[in-house]
């Protein structure tokens, strides 16, 4: 990295007894004082990666913006949206962030100010030396025309604390019955599994509910994802929920008329009585905005730093390295940025030394087909610098009771690494 120097004379300049104590959301006071500056941009999956490694090491002042007031888990939450479990066994306070000593600032990143090294909020300017942006996804609304007049009909739920619409469409249509539609867009989305997961645990509820009706999944691929899954998640709601999904295959969605209820595809229209349409999705505004890349940011691997900014990393779903868009991996990065930044901060982190092959944040995903059965989903990856990042998936042959009560306890240990004392 190219600014090494001005870090080091900017905390020369400043001394050891230039802290100040500032007004922060969420804690007291922390003491700002002259080491070099990290901002986290988004406390979700990633950002808690980076915050977590950071506050572990001492060695950097850390801010995280995130305008939410805690953390809602998407992995798992379909036990929620189902009405399965409580909303509250998938959220968690920011507490622990704010006792590490991090200044959270309870707000919007609106802009990012490249050349003067800071983010803007509606209220302060943000001063950086390393940025780490976590800052997951946004809908692609406009693919759908129709959609965006009718989005509160339509929920998408991808993304923290929008579950609860779903949710309350989900409890309805197992009340009164009628055609629930599904759409999967096409790759790249979030969590590939994630739709197939919706249609099954609705489905299981129905059966159990004695629900009269269909769950219509209309999927933009000619297969559920990512292709490893296909077999065992076809079968798996083909076995169980022959009466209540019906899978339509390789049927793009081309627009869609909430008042008529009916979904337009290339293999004709689909009437329906409530929809959760699942949109393509890209990273938000504020990344492209700020020429770090078009649908995502441009980055490169290992290190997650973006092309057009040495001093800015993207990491977690925001970023447009082929890498599925999951949770544990956006984790694992906001890790390895944070292990990064140290190290170059400390004089030793050089590309050269990190060999011809490393290995990448690896993901597991659940496929869960009912409370009690879950497809597991293993990813590795590596990349020999200079090429594409090679994924390699493991995938359960069937759906089995062992990968569900596994996925339960992936949950609870990522939620502790995240947000546990
Ligand atoms: C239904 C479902 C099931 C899933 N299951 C799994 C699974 O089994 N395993 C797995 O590994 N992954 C799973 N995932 C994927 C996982 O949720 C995402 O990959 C992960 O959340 C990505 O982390 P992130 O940090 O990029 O984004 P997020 O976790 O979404 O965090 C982004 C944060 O940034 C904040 N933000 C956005 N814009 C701004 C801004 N301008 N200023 C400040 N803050 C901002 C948001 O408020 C949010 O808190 C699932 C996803 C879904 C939807």
Known sequence: ???????????????????????????????TSSRPRVVVVGG?????????????SGKVDITLVEPNDGFMSCPLSILYIAGFKPASDFQRSYSVIDSLGVRRIKERVTAI?????????????IPYDFLVLSTGLEYMEEALPGYAAAREQLPV????????????????????????????????????????????????????KGTKGKILLVDA???????????????????????????????????????????????????????????????PGLIRQAGLGQ????????????????????????????????????FGAGQQVSEQILATLAGKYKEADLGDNVTLPSAICWGKVSTSQA???????????GDPPEVKYQV????????????????????????GS
């Open 221 to 283: 691929n000619k297969h559920p994802m990512p292709p490893p899954l296909a077999k065992p998640m076809e079968t798996a709601m083909r076995e169980l929920y022959g009466a209540q999904i019906e899978y339509i295959k390789d049927a793009e969605p081309k627009s869609i008329d909430a008042g008529k209820k009916v979904l337009a595809t290339s293999k004709g229209d689909i009437t329906f009585n409530h929809a959760n349409i699942i949109l393509p999705m890209r990273a």
């Open 44 to 56: 979700g999956w990633g950002g808690l990666g980076a915050v977590r490694a950071l506050a572990a």
């Open 157 to 208: 739920g991808f993304r923290a604390f929008e579950q609860a619409a779903v949710q309350r469409q989900v409890a309805a249509f197992i009340e009164q019955g009628g055609n629930y539609l599904i759409t999967v867009p096409k790759p790249p989305y979030r969590c590939p599994p994630a739709p197939y997961e919706r249609a099954c645990l609705i489905a299981q509820r129905m059966k159990e």
């Open 113 to 125: 100010d490249r050349s003067g090294r800071s983010v803007k909020t509606a209220t302060q300017s």
């Open 1 to 31: 990295m190219d600014d090494i120097g001005s870090i080091k004379r900017r905390m020369l300049l400043k001394g050891a007894g230039a802290a100040v104590a500032v007004s922060v959301m969420g804690c007291a006071s922390v003491a």
């Open 396 to 419: 359960d042959p069937a759906a089995n009771a062992a990968s569900s009560k596994g996925a339960m306890e992936w949950g609870t240990n990522m939620w502790n690494a995240m947000l």
């Open 375 to 385: 497809i597991m989903i293993n990813v590795t990856s590596s990349i020999s610098i």
């Open 295 to 330: 649908r995502f940011a441009d980055i490169t691997l290992p290190s997650f730093q973006t092309r057009a900014d040495k001093n800015i990393f993207v990491i977690g779903d925001s970023q447009g390295a082929p890498l599925p868009k999951s949770g544990h991996i956006a």
